[in-house]
């Protein structure tokens, strides 16, 4: 009970803290465009078409100026349901669970679903951080979970914690699944496929929950110390609900079945509305190559360089680092970096959503807490990855695409 209270306190402390940044970075750029705007500076396109950025007094375009991107696509299924063919693209978790918030909110549009999506967000958040620092401090020490906390809550692109993406609400799915498989007892192998399926049900790429749902099934019930402690029948009861992890997908294919007529209709919004192809990763390497030699201004070839470098750099992290974490942490980053990798944009910016992607990654930020025990990691790295959080956050709120 005390270990408990100590992470709700610890996940406290950085979570406020960077909600606190947040608001105020938010605050002081919207004043700041805004200022532009009346003094006839030149301003970003982007964000003179965000809704009430006309607004004389300011204060909805300062309440709507995280309405960007993919927000906007959950709010409207979250309103409308599947209306638009290509928001079938979005599994539905999400969206069903900001519905029943912005019902409750009001039900207007879009006021009611985007503020829900934000409070889900931010709520899911605060537990994942709490989930996070329970995990690394038992497999760990709770230095390295207090590290991890800052760094995660910190990096560059930490900022889709904040916003009504799916993120928040995936990562809390995946910390859950890690810690219940940590505990073992014959209904955690239960809870952890429930967990499988809706973080599937979230994104089809929760099916890589079943990597460490195996390892650790093998380590406990199949080494040669253990293999005899365990019947027969509790090694069943043990493997049968990794069959639920997958079943999100289903689920979601069902439903297209039976709304849609085409349970693979998400597919093929994927590849012809989004440009979304699957690619083994050693093949995105050369779309990647082609589009710096395709590049048609600097603004394009800075956006690549930018998705290539944050996309470079956990995966560096994970390389260097997987023999100082377990082996179920490694082999899940690496089965979910591959997912992802597998599936790039065919236009020219293959890489487009990449680091955001791998901001799921959770154990890279507990490779890099344990590098932080080096004071002088911890002074170097801590800073440069907050500087970027603020700087994304301050083109996200501009309308700038960061990821």
């Known amino acids: 009970m005390q270990d408990r209270r100590i992470a ?9 803290l960077s909600r606190v940044i947040l608001l105020v970075i938010t605050m002081l750029t ?23 950025s006309h607004d004389a007094a300011g204060r909805n375009i300062l309440l709507f100026s995280w309405y960007h991107w993919d927000a906007a696509h959950f709010v409207s299924i979250s309103a409308r349901g599947y209306a638009d063919r290509a928001n079938t693209a979005f599994f539905p978790l999400w969206p069903l669970l900001q519905n029943i918030a912005g019902l409750l909110l009001g039900g207007a549009y879009p006021d009611s679903y985007y503020i829900a999506g934000l409070l889900l967000s931010n709520l899911c958040f605060y537990i ?39 993120e928040s609400l995936f990562l809390l799915l995946c910390v859950a699944t890690f810690l219940v498989l940590r505990r073992g007892g014959a209904r955690d192998w239960w809870f952890a496929g429930l967990l499988g399926f809706l973080a599937s049900l ?15 099934y093998f380590q406990r019930f199949w080494v040669p110390t253990q293999r005899l402690q365990f019947s027969l029948r509790e090694k069943l009861n043990a493997l049968a609900p990794i069959v639920l992890i997958p079943a999100g997908v289903v689920a979601y294919l069902v439903y297209l079945y039976f709304a849609k007529g ?25 779309l990647i190559w082609r589009a710096f030699f395709s590049v048609t201004s600097s603004v394009h070839f ?14 560096l992290i994970l390389g260097f680092g997987w023999r100082r974490i377990p082996l179920h942490y490694a082999l899940f980053s690496l089965v979910l970096a591959a997912l992802s990798l597998s599936f790039p944009i065919e236009t020219d910016s293959p890489l487009l959503s990449q680091p955001r992607y791998l901001l799921m990654l959770f154990p890279v930020a507990v490779i890099a807490a344990l590098w ?5 990691f911890h002074r170097v790295y801590l800073p440069l990855s907050a500087g970027c ?9 501009c309308g700038q695409w960061v990821a």
């Open 30 to 52: 919207v004043l700041s465009v805004e200022l532009l705007q009346y003094s006839n500076a030149g301003i970003p396109a982007r964000y003179l078409s965000m809704l009430y």
């Open 302 to 315: 800075w956006g690549e360089s930018v998705a290539f470098v944050f996309t470079l750099i956990p995966l």
């Open 202 to 216: 979230t994104r089809s790429s929760g099916v890589a929950l079943a990597i460490p749902y195996l390892v650790l």
């Open 389 to 397: 959080f603020l700087t994304f956050t301050i083109l996200f709120v």
């Open 8 to 16: 709700w306190k610890e996940a406290a402390r950085v979570f406020f």
């Open 128 to 166: 994942v951080l709490v989930l996070l620092y329970e995990l690394i401090a038992a497999d760990f020490d709770a230095c390295t979970a207090r590290r991890a906390l800052f760094y995660l809550s910190f990096a560059p692109y930490a900022l889709f914690f904040f916003a009504g993406y799916t």
């Open 372 to 376: 932080g025990e080096n004071r002088r």
């Open 262 to 286: 085409d349970p693979f209709i998400f597919g093929a919004v994927e590849k012809y509305y989004w440009h979304r192809h699957f690619s083994l990763p050693w093949a995105t390497l050369s």
